[in-house]
């Protein structure tokens, strides 16, 4: 598969804020926050020009991971797919799916009708998962996470390219069973995998359209990535990603309360285009804000006064 990263300029997206309320990066404002103004920041970022939303994925936190995780983590497709019926031109990205939660082919229907609905903006951002005890209950082993995200984005593959796919498992085989809508992508979404580890940095040069970092990004990891990729014999464009973290247009008048890049519309861009050296073709960031109302703004700000500045 190509690139669905435009040429010439830096893409940026963004985690939306609600849908997921960890205490790492949760804002005060969005404890009391819900459906209406998560649709004011998904439209916000879509008139802006950013490249992508993006969803996580958590189905239940278990009691000893609640405190600094919290409890609120909502349903990656079916916001995914609201979002897609409220916006017109951002891409929606899943970031990141635990497909080893459920069968490839449950997985394929639904984000093929994603696709369907979106009008073919869906990015599928895989992940092999951290959470133990969810892991548990769903009665997946979380000793073989690994090998079950490797057979998901295979069987995946299979089940977006072919109406009549098989699947060899071992885990999920599958024949004579078809499916549809058949996505509007050809050959399906893309796949970014996430992920900073030794392992999640081979499985996205083997396996993945693209890489959703954890961690920094050095020239170091991206020369082992294009390593990898030759060695798989794998010659197509691939996506790579960066993870800014915290940002802020212009000068806050207020305590951060972490450490962010800030400043004039041209200093960020200056710093941003500096991923594009390494080979990188989209950066997440996260905008501070104290309300929804300033989210929207630093979102409008960022698009008209920092976007512009990104062509390489």
């Not at 635990?98 to 869906?122: E, I, M, N």
């Not at 069987?155 to 999920?172: K, M, N, Q, S, V």
């Not at 399906?188 to 030794?198: A, F, H, K, L, Q």
């Amino acid at each position: 598969m190509g690139t669905v990263l435009p040429q010439g300029r830096l893409a940026i997206g963004m985690q939306l804020p609600i849908q997921s309320q960890s205490s790492i990066y949760r804002e005060p404002w969005e404890a009391h926050a819900g459906a209406p103004e998560l649709a004011a920041v998904a439209r916000a970022a879509d008139a802006a020009g950013f490249f992508y939303v993006a969803v996580c994925d958590h189905v239940a936190i278990p009691a000893d991971k609640a405190e600094a995780m919290g409890t609120e983590w909502w349903d990656t497709v079916a916001t995914l797919g609201w979002l897609a019926g409220i916006t017109e031109q951002v891409h929606l990205l899943s970031h990141v799916y635990v497909p080893a939660y459920r069968h490839p082919l449950q997985v394929a229907k639904a984000f093929a009708t994603l696709d369907v609905v979106s009008g073919g903006r869906v990015i599928l951002g895989v992940g092999a998962g951290h959470v133990e005890g969810e892991f548990e209950v769903l009665g997946v082993p979380f000793a073989e996470r690994g090998k079950l995200l490797d057979e998901s984005i295979d069987a995946l593959r299979a089940a977006f390219a072919e109406d009549w796919p098989t699947l060899p498992g071992p885990r999920w085989p599958a024949a004579d069973l078809g499916q549809h809508p058949r996505p509007i992508q050809e050959d399906g979404p893309p796949i970014w995998v996430g992920g900073s580890s030794p392992a999640a940095i081979r499985r996205a040069a083997q396996r993945g359209d693209g890489w959703l970092p954890q961690g920094p990004v050095t020239p170091e990891i991206v020369a082992k990535i294009h390593e990898l990729r030759e060695a798989a014999g794998r010659h197509d464009p691939f996506d790579l990603g960066a993870l800014i973290g915290a940002t802020y247009v212009g000068e806050a008048d207020w305590d951060l309360g972490e450490p962010a890049l800030t400043g004039s519309p041209d200093k960020l861009a200056h710093v941003l285009r500096k991923f594009a050296g390494l080979g990188v073709g989209q950066v997440q960031i996260r905008l501070k804000s104290r309300s929804v109302d300033e989210l929207v703004d630093q979102i409008g700000r960022f698009g008209a006064e920092v976007i512009p500045q990104l062509t390489v």
